[in-house]
């Protein structure tokens, strides 16, 4: 167990829906980065916060936006859900932009 | 896109036996990490080896990397049972940037 948590464990959302993604990250940790993993695929690195603010962002579309809280908890949000956007989505918490990553258990998506 | 990619694809032996895995990548690199992932959960961290470095050990594992060839290995000694999962390498080009994944290798083990 890392002390990553997330949440919820698996949703179900139709095609065209947002949803939001949860994230606690380990105690003393202030950085949180978001990846998507595909069935049978490696995880894809989404974005990253660090103490709030965005720090680095992969290839992926605006619709996929985030928020870092002042507990540095944090949020994905996707808009306008597509098919393809079925996956788990992990979140990773490290003590710094530096630090080494602990993941969290994810959370599995799925679009219909 | 996916920075390392890893050989093989898959991989069963029995319990008892020693698993190499090999993860080759496309750019310079800071450092590289193994991680472990059981049945689509999440990630946990094995290992990191850093650029300037050539091998490192924690038990039972055993980490070779060869800038030269930006290839790197991770070899399981004496597999259990439970080392049946999906192992990745991740390689971080600079320090504090993303952690790009290849594809992984699914490790099968029967007792």
């Known amino acids: 167990e890392t002390g990553v948590t997330q949440s919820p464990t698996h949703l179900i959302k139709t095609r065209g829906q947002q949803v939001t993604l949860r994230c606690s990250s380990q105690?003393?940790?202030?950085?949180v980065s978001w990846y998507q993993q595909a069935l049978g695929q490696g995880p894809q690195f989404i974005f990253q916060?660090?103490?709030?603010?965005?720090?680095g962002r992969g290839n992926f579309p605006p619709r996929f936006s985030g928020l870092q809280f002042p507990n540095y908890s944090s949020e994905l949000n996707v808009n306008a859900l597509e098919l393809d956007d079925s996956a788990l989505y992990l979140c990773?918490?490290?003590?710094?932009?530096?630090?080494?990553?602990?993941f969290g258990p994810g959370t599995r998506l799925t679009v219909t | 896109s996916q920075q390392g990619e890893e050989d093989p694809q898959a991989l069963s032996i029995q319990e008892g036996e020693n698993a190499t895995m090999n993860c080759s990548y496309k750019?310079?690199?800071?450092?590289l990490q193994w991680y472990r992932q059981n049945s689509g959960r999440g990630l946990v961290h094995l290992i990191l080896i850093r650029s300037n470095e050539r091998e490192k050990h924690s038990g039972r594992l055993r980490v070779t990397l060869d800038t030269s060839k930006k290839s790197s290995s991770l070899l399981i000694t004496a597999s259990r049972a439970a080392d049946t999962a999906s192992y990745f390498c991740a390689t971080e080009k600079q320090a504090g940037t993303a952690l790009i994944f290849g594809k992984g290798t699914t490790l099968s083990v029967s007792s």
């Open positions: 105690s003393g940790h202030n950085t």
């Open positions: 916060y660090y103490r709030e603010e965005e720090n």
């Open positions: 750019t310079s690199i800071n450092n």
């Open positions: 990773a918490s490290s003590v710094d932009v530096q630090g080494e990553q602990y």
